[in-house]
Structure formats: structure tokens, C-alpha cells
């Protein structure tokens, strides 16, 4: 019987991927802590030294989650930005919609999201991606403006009010203190009133 080797090999197909995946059912299942190269290049059956390859350091691991989920996103939200045939109020519901989606089937991904384009190490990439999901609503915003569908104003202060209001639902369902199905069926009247306001008319 051949003698089998006592080491781990130090290949593996398609590493990164494997890494990323694993890494980030360790992020959903035991949180960012729990997080480490060593581990995962266990889990991926190559040896402690194979992930270097490819993450430097935990940290870029973590910048790399973090574009990972920001692509994901980006993807979601440009579909969403994208439908056919809807008014303005009817595509920043859809857009809502995306990105509440996104939030509850990765509340912990969306965390580390906005943790890491806060650091100063991130990539270009990173701030990039970054840039690129308020970009969606920022355009639709400046177009909604030039056909006369909602006040004037700097875009990008408006697109803060809009996220903030998107992302507080979806803290507030993500942490329980809101029903979810019950905020996705009021997502229309949510989406309204951010467009009308309070005030009586």
C-alpha cells in the first residue's frame, strides 16, 4: 500500500474561490472573528501556506469578502435600476427591493461591507465598488431631476437621505426589530412617503 503523505498539498483548483466561499460561511455561521487563514486552508484540505498566495493577510481577505459582496450587490441593484417600463418611484422601489433582498441573505456580509470601505488599506477596487452602488441610485436620482420628477438639489445629498432610509430598514429588520415580510409588502408605501414627505397635502 503506497505510503501516504503527511503533508497537506499545496495546491488546489481554484483557490481563491474556495477560499472566499468558505470564508464567508465562516462569516455567516460564526462571525468575523472566527476568521482565519489557517483555518480555511484546512478546510480547503492545502497547507497553511497555499492562501498566501492569494491573501496577504487576514485583512485582505476581509477587503476581499467585502468587493465580493459589492459586486453581488452592484449586480442586483443595476438589474433593479435597469427595469423597463417603470416611472421613477417604481424603479427606487425596485431598487429597495434589491437591496433589502441583498441585506436579509447576507446581514453579515453587509456588515463587513460597510466595516471595510472604511479602512484606509482598502483597494481602488474596493472604493470603486463602493462608489458604484450609490452611483445607482445617484444617476436615477440626477435623471428623475432633469425630467422634473422630484426637487432640485445636489444628487448626492439626496442619494445619502435615500440610503440611509434604505439601509435603517434594513438594519432594523436584519436585527429583528422589524417583521421582514411584513416591511417588504410596505416597501411601496415606505418608497412614497421618502418621495412625497410628511407633510399634509
Not at 186 to 195: F, K, N, S, T
Amino acid at each position: 500500500m503506497p505510503r501516504q503523505p503527511t503533508s497537506r498539498p499545496y495546491h488546489h483548483g481554484d483557490l481563491r474561490t474556495a477560499l472566499l466561499k468558505s470564508a464567508e460561511r465562516t462569516l455567516r455561521e460564526k462571525g468575523v472573528g472566527a476568521l482565519s487563514l489557517r483555518e480555511l486552508a484546512r478546510d480547503a484540505g492545502v497547507s497553511h501556506a497555499a492562501p498566501g498566495r492569494h491573501f496577504k493577510d487576514k485583512q485582505a481577505l476581509l477587503d476581499a469578502l467585502a468587493l465580493d459582496g459589492y459586486e453581488r450587490l452592484n449586480r442586483a441593484l443595476d438589474t433593479a435600476v435597469e427595469s423597463p417600463g417603470l416611472d421613477f418611484e417604481g424603479r427606487l422601489t425596485a431598487l429597495a427591493r434589491a437591496y433589502l433582498g441583498f441585506a436579509m441573505a447576507n446581514p453579515e456580509l453587509l456588515e463587513l461591507m460597510f466595516t471595510r470601505k472604511h479602512d484606509p488599506d482598502s483597494s481602488d477596487l474596493l472604493a470603486s465598488a463602493v462608489e458604484h452602488s450609490l452611483g445607482s441610485i445617484t444617476r436615477m436620482i440626477a435623471e428623475a431631476q432633469e425630467q422634473g420628477q422630484i426637487v432640485a438639489g445636489d444628487p448626492e445629498r439626496i442619494t445619502m437621505a435615500a440610503a440611509a432610509s434604505l439601509h435603517g430598514l434594513a438594519t432594523l429588520i436584519t436585527h429583528g426589530a422589524l417583521p421582514a415580510e411584513e416591511s417588504i409588502n410596505g416597501l411601496d408605501e415606505h418608497v412614497h412617503l421618502l418621495l412625497n414627505g410628511l407633510r399634509p397635502r
